[in-house]
Nanobody, 125 residues
Framework: QVQLVESGGGSVQAGGSLRLSCTAS?????????IGWFRQAPGKEREFVAA????????YYTDSVKGRFAVSRDNAKNTAYLQMNSLHVEDTAVYYC?????????????????WGQGTQVTVSA
């Protein structure tokens, strides 16, 4: 089991940058877990943003953030990061990090068992 806490959200103008952090605590080693980043805008479903694997640190992104967002992890600090550059107004949402106990589809939010509380990202024009 793992507990996740996000930080780093805030308000920024379009074109700006933010870095979100996801810090984990719990019995299982942080390095064991895939970490997914999701977001949910008002009135919309929660959607996949990015993921970083537990083995080899391979990363995956949804098409709309490719080339702008970068996910990384520092297992020694039990922390994952989502660097967000060239932010668009449509990136405005609550961002969550999550970890699955096991999974078959890292893009599916229902595969994830552990969630942070979320952090608000607001991008203004």
């Amino acid at each position: 089991q793992v507990q996740l806490v996000e930080s780093g959200g805030g308000s920024v103008q379009a074109g700006g940058s933010l870095r979100l952090s996801c810090t984990a605590s719990g019995r299982s080693p942080f390095s064991y877990y895939v970490i997914g980043w999701f977001r949910q805008a008002p009135g919309k479903e929660r959607e996949f943003v990015a993921a970083i694997m537990s083995v080899g640190n391979k990363t995956y992104y949804t098409d709309s953030v490719k080339g702008r967002f970068a996910v990384s992890r520092d297992n020694a600090k039990n922390t994952a990061y989502l660097q967000m550059n060239s932010l668009h107004v449509e990136d405005t949402a609550v961002y969550y990090c999550a970890a699955p106990a096991t999974y078959t589809d890292y893009r599916a939010p229902w595969e994830y068992d552990y969630w942070g509380q979320g952090t608000q990202v607001t991008v203004s024009a």
